[in-house]
T-cell receptor, first 112, second 116 residues
Framework: DSGVTQTPKHLITATGQRVTLRCSPR?????VYWYQQSLDQGLQFLIQ???????AKGNILERFSAQQFPDLHSELNLSSLELGDSALYFCASSGGTFYEQYFGPGTRLTVT | DQQVKQNSPSLSVQEGRISILNCDYTNSMFDYFLWYKKYPAEGPTFLIS?????DKNEDGRFTVFLNKSAKHLSLHIVPSQPGDSAVYFC???????????????FGKGTKLSVKP
């Protein structure tokens, strides 16, 4: 158990819909990262937050957005969903002087 | 363009022998390297890491070697056990502004099979 929790574990929705994925980092970790793993792309970085502020962006679509709240949990919002958004979405956290990122179990999103 | 490459999609090793997984990178700004183990439909599990100021880091059966001049790192598992069978990802990171660790750039992974 990494200490990072993600909900829900599975999500099935239709094209055009909007969903919210939730992540709670390890206790004390200030940084939260979101990654997408699709079948043919491997693990791709989406966005990073550090203590409530956006710190870095990867190949995140404009239809996707995220935020980190004062209690440090984070939410990833995916809107106008397309079939190609079906993937595993992972949250990771890190903190202090340690560079290791610890990953949650992921949310499997299926868009039908 | 892939900044982190794992050129071997799979590796098969006999139990008790050494497993060597390789990784190459192109970005000289990377200052931290990590190995993760992953089972299907689970999150990556951190295994071992190495800073760019070191050339070796050891943790039990796992040792990571870094050759900066060649931009190459490797993970050695000795002795290999059937429970080590999984996909292994190499990842690299650089600091972003403010000094916090940046995002991880992952290789495509190597599937290790350890046969009894």
């Amino acid at each position: 158990d990494s200490g990072v929790t993600q909900t829900p574990k599975h999500l099935i929705t239709a094209t055009g819909q909007r969903v919210t994925l939730r992540c709670s980092p390890r206790s004390g970790d200030l940084s939260v990262y979101w990654y997408q793993q699709s079948l043919d792309q491997g693990l791709q970085f989406l966005i990073q937050y550090y203590n409530g502020e956006e710190r870095a962006k990867g190949n995140i679509l404009e239809r996707f957005s995220a935020q980190q709240f004062p209690d440090l949990h984070s939410e990833l919002n995916l809107s106008s969903l397309e079939l190609g958004d079906s993937a595993l979405y992972f949250c990771a956290s890190s903190g202090g002087t340690f560079y290791e990122q610890y990953f949650g179990p992921g949310t499997r999103l299926t868009v039908t | 363009d892939q900044q982190v490459k794992q050129n071997s999609p799979s590796l098969s090793v006999q139990e008790g022998r050494i497993s060597i997984l390789n990784c190459d990178y192109t970005n000289s700004m990377f200052d931290y390297f990590l190995w993760y183990k992953k089972y299907p439909a689970e999150g990556p599990t951190f295994l071992i890491s190495i800073s760019s100021i070191k050339d070796k880091n050891e943790d039990g059966r796992f040792t990571v070697f870094l050759n900066k001049s060649a931009k190459h790192l490797s993970l050695h598992i000795v002795p290999s056990q059937p429970g080590d069978s999984a996909v292994y990802f190499c990842a690299a990171s650089a600091r972003n502004y403010g000094g916090s660790q940046g995002n991880l750039i992952f290789g495509k992974g190597t599937k290790l099979s350890v046969k009894p």
